[in-house]
C-alpha cells in the first residue's frame, strides 16, 4: 500500500492522489519511497476521497424514531444493541446492581486486608474470591439484558434492518454494496443524485 502512490507519480505523474482515511493516515511515511525510485520525484498530494452512506427513507425513519445516527453502528457488531438494551433496564435492576458491587467491594477490601494482616499469602485467593464475586453481577446483567432484547424485539428487529442498510457485513457500505443495488432500488436518476451531492461537497457550483 505504501509503494502504490510512489509508483504511479513515477509511471504516470499525477495533479492529486485520491485518498481514504486509512491512506491518508500512511501517505507521509511513503515519502522516503518518492526519493529511492527517483530522487527528484516529489509526492503528489493526497486528496481525501469522497466517502457516504445512501440511506432508504425507511431506514431514515427509524434512525429519527430511535434518536440514532449511522456512525452508531460502527463499532462491534451488537454493541449498540446491547447499550440500548442496557439503557432499557429496569431502573431499579441497575440501582441493585450497583449497591451489589459498590458492597462486594467494600466487603472485601475489608476482609483483604485483615487477611493480608495475618498471612500475606491469602491476599490473592481473596481477590480471587472477589473477582468471582463482581463476575456474578456481570452474569445476572447479561442474562437481564438478553431478556430485555427478547422482549424487545420490534427494536432489534430494526437495527438488523439499519445496520443491514449502513453497515452490511459490519463493513463501510461502499465496499459491500456496489453501485447496481443501488441503480436497480432507485434507477438511473441515482446517478445524477449521486453526482449533484458529491459537487456539494466538493464545493462545486
Known amino acids: 500500500m505504501l509503494l502504490r502512490p510512489a509508483l504511479e507519480a513515477a509511471l504516470f505523474p499525477t495533479v492529486a492522489y485520491l485518498a481514504g482515511p486509512g491512506e491518508i493516515g500512511y ?16 509526492p503528489q498530494p493526497a486528496v481525501a476521497r469522497w466517502s457516504g452512506v445512501v440511506i432508504d427513507p425507511k431506514i431514515e425513519k427509524i434512525l429519527e424514531k430511535r434518536r440514532l445516527a449511522p456512525e452508531d453502528f ?8 446491547g447499550r440500548l438494551a442496557r439503557e432499557a433496564l429496569p431502573p431499579e435492576a441497575v440501582a441493585a446492581l450497583t449497591d451489589l458491587r459498590a458492597t462486594i467491594e467494600r466487603g472485601y477490601g475489608r476482609l483483604g486486608a485483615a487477611a493480608a ?39 432489534m428487529r430494526q437495527l438488523a434492518r439499519v445496520r443491514a ?25 441515482f446517478v445524477d443524485t449521486l453526482a449533484r451531492e458529491v459537487a456539494r461537497w466538493a464545493g462545486l457550483p
Open 27 to 42: 501517505f507521509p511515511e511513503a515519502r522516503p519511497l518518492y526519493a529511492a525510485l527517483d530522487p527528484k520525484l516529489e
Open 74 to 81: 460502527g463499532g462491534p457488531e451488537g454493541a449498540l444493541e
Open 117 to 155: 494482616a495475618a498471612d500475606p499469602t491469602l491476599e490473592r485467593t481473596v481477590q480471587g474470591a472477589r473477582n468471582a464475586a463482581l463476575g456474578g453481577t456481570h452474569e445476572i446483567e447479561k442474562k437481564l439484558v438478553a431478556s430485555v432484547k427478547r422482549e424487545n424485539e420490534t427494536l
Open 165 to 189: 442498510s449502513v453497515r452490511p457485513r459490519n463493513q463501510p457500505q461502499e465496499r459491500v454494496l456496489t453501485l447496481a443495488s443501488f441503480l436497480a432500488r432507485y434507477g438511473p436518476e
